[in-house]
């Protein structure tokens, strides 16, 4: 068996070493301007890449991050690796009760908040194909990217925001909260599908596709969150805690990553259902669940987003017309949508805004979604940066607008 050299070690452990000081370093500094971190670890990897270290000091940027293929190969693995907890976390952040329990107006604006979006991202990817400049040669799993990648949300990024503005526990935080919910869900079985119809066409078709997603998902939050529901208290009584809660909860999102894998669907979305599963617990405290999301945001996620900026050179490949037509479509799609559906839910036209801009954040979601599709050959690298600044964008834009629509008064949820 072949094992990494002393230089391709080396090569590895400085790239790790940098990327995650770098990545807390210019975080920092944008949570200071009121930014999501996950800006800042985004623009780190755009520092250290192609784009700028690359271009004026290629030497010192081969170095570091390309001189070993084998290096390069391991960081990679490492990357992945970084996917996968990220969705699984996101899944844990997911309450399936809390979307069950809202009434009207969350259910109109999360329904018409993914149709809409999705449907308007369709037809424009569809019909207006050579806007974007890709030659994928299926045109419809392409055109259902599109529709994806406008219809889903980022809910980390949103929970933030409406802590960060004490709009958390009002109404419309909490209609925005569920209906970010309910679109990362669809969203990503969706996406599962799609991946699923360029892996796996040489051996089931789409139809077969969507039954493996489909099962799969209602299989684990059923008889899988059943029995994970079950066993907490035998873990927690035989096992040291959290930190056998951190080893099992990781465990499983590996062990559900690795099925959906082998059975043609991208590994995220197992470990996003076995989040989901995990998080949906009653034994499952908000304490244990923060013990492994401070795990992975602080360590993981930032390696995944400043390896985004790897990727492609964010300077010879931006499009002013691709970015523009991606930015658009997103920003009229979801706030139209969620706009029309809160104001079918019975609120006002402030209110119903604010849920529309609230629910255009995409942040880290769209990007992990991007990044799979560009590897996945899906899309070009011209089409990957705009997605890119377009979720930058949409998370930036989300917390000044919801302060300016909500300031005079937020209306609290009653609580017993």
Do not use: C
Request: hydrophobic share 55%.
């Amino acid at each position: 068996m072949s094992v990494l050299s002393h230089s391709e070690n080396i090569s590895v452990i400085l790239s790790l070493g940098l990327m995650l000081i770098a990545a807390r370093l210019f975080g920092e500094f944008f949570r200071k301007l009121k930014m999501p971190l996950v800006v800042g670890e985004l623009i780190a990897g755009v520092v250290l890449g192609p784009s700028l270290l690359g271009y004026f000091y290629p030497n010192i940027s081969t170095i570091i991050f390309t001189q070993n293929e084998h290096a390069a190969i391991a960081l990679s693995g490492i990357i992945n690796i970084s996917i996968i907890m990220l969705l699984f976390v996101a899944g844990m952040e997911l309450n399936l009760s809390l979307i069950r329990q809202q009434g009207k107006a969350a259910f109109s604006t999360s329904v018409f908040g993914l149709i809409i979006p999705l449907a308007m991202g369709f037809a424009i990817g569809y019909f207006g194909y050579n806007l974007f400049g890709e030659n994928s040669t299926d045109k419809i799993a392409f055109a259902l990217f599109i529709g994806t990648s406008m219809a889903i949300s980022a809910l980390p990024v949103i929970a933030r925001t409406l802590l960060d503005l004490n709009l958390f526990r009002t109404k419309v935080g909490s209609i925005i909260i569920t209906a970010a919910m309910f679109n990362d869900l669809i969203g990503w079985i969706l996406f599962s599908v799609i991946i699923g119809m360029l892996k796996g066409s040489a051996h089931h078709s789409l139809l077969f596709t969507l039954l493996y997603t489909i099962g799969y998902a209602l299989i684990m939050l059923t008889a899988g969150r059943f029995f994970i529901n079950k066993s907490m208290p035998w873990a927690e009584k035989n096992f040291s805690w959290p930190g056998g809660f951190l080893s099992l909860s990781l465990g499983l999102a590996f062990l559900g990553a690795a099925f959906t894998e082998y059975i043609g669907l991208h590994a995220i979305f197992g470990a996003f259902i076995i989040g989901i599963s995990i998080g949906d617990s009653v034994h499952v405290t908000e304490k244990m669940k923060d013990n492994v999301s401070q795990f992975v945001t602080n360590i993981f996620a930032p390696l995944f987003f400043v390896s985004i900026g790897f990727k492609v050179n964010f300077l010879n490949h931006f499009d002013l017309q691709i970015t523009l037509v991606v930015l658009i479509l997103a920003i009229v799609g979801k706030i139209s949508g969620a706009y029309l559906g809160a104001k079918l839910g019975g609120l006002s036209n402030k209110e119903s805004l604010a849920i529309g801009f609230g629910l255009n954040a995409r942040g880290a979601m769209e990007i992990i979604l991007a990044i799979l599709a560009l590897q996945a050959k899906l899309i070009g690298e011209d089409l990957f940066v705009a997605i890119v600044i377009m979720a930058v964008v949409t998370s930036v834009l989300a917390g000044p607008m919801l302060n300016w629509l909500l300031k005079p008064k937020a209306n609290t949820i009653e609580t017993n």
